[in-house]
T-cell receptor, first 113, second 112 residues
């Protein structure tokens, strides 16, 4: 079956530091890959996505590249801000999933001024 | 578009009570799901639906029922609440089978 493994947290960084959150996956088909962000007290929001190998998803300064050879989709940002403090979820979905997604456990990011 | 809406935002129940968590979406999405989120356990799928009239169980369905009489609505029923059902519940919808999910704001449930 499908699974997603995320880098364990929590992660604490200073403002303007470089961020990497690792994500690897196992899938039987050819999944689409996603990063979602959850701010305190809110639901998950789609941050970025990639639908095929070597695609790069990007949004709000965050990037992730779909690496089929290493089954990875690591999230990166060159310079984090305090407002980036949130929980980040890596997820996958494929056509056989019937509209469901498989999520990682989430990584809590705290950015200090 | 309002997107995915959930009511209530917060609810306190006593053990043994029943209630319905409401979920609606106005994006004409065929696929809808219910998840629960507990500390240290990520998101766990309770039930899902691939269209009106079609539902199926996820990984933690016990104690919950769902129905999907319209494309827009996907209510989750707790039959007899237990303290183990204290959680945050999220409803989500997606346009297609392999696509992104759109989440509601969540319902925080406390069972005493």
């Amino acid at each position: 079956g499908n699974s997603v493994t995320q880098m364990e947290g929590p992660v604490t960084l200073s403002e303007e530091a470089f961020l990497t959150i690792n994500c690897t996956y196992t899938a039987t088909g050819y999944p689409s890959l996603f990063w979602y962000v959850q701010y305190p007290g809110e639901g998950l929001q789609l941050l970025l996505k990639a639908t095929k190998a070597d695609d790069k998803g990007s949004n709000k300064g965050f990037e992730a590249t779909y690496r089929k050879e290493t089954t990875s989709f690591h999230l990166e940002k060159g310079s984090v801000q305090v407002s980036d403090s949130a929980v980040y979820f890596c997820a996958l979905s494929d056509l056989s999933n019937a509209g469901k997604s498989t999520f990682g456990d989430g990584t809590t990011l705290t950015v200090k001024p | 578009n309002a997107g995915v809406t959930q009511t209530p935002k917060f609810q306190v129940l006593k053990t043994g009570q029943s209630m319905t968590l409401q979920c609606a979406q106005d994006m004409n999405h065929e696929y809808m799901s219910w998840y629960r989120q507990d500390p240290g356990m990520g998101l766990r799928l309770i039930h899902y639906s691939v269209g009106a009239g079609i539902t199926d169980q996820g990984e933690v369905p016990n104690g919950y029922n769902v129905s999907r009489s319209t494309t827009e609505d996907f209510p989750l029923r707790l039959l007899s609440a237990a303290p183990s059902q204290t959680s945050v519940y999220f409803c989500a919808s997606s346009l297609d089978s392999g696509g992104a999910q759109y989440f509601g704001p969540g319902t925080r449930l406390l069972v005493l």
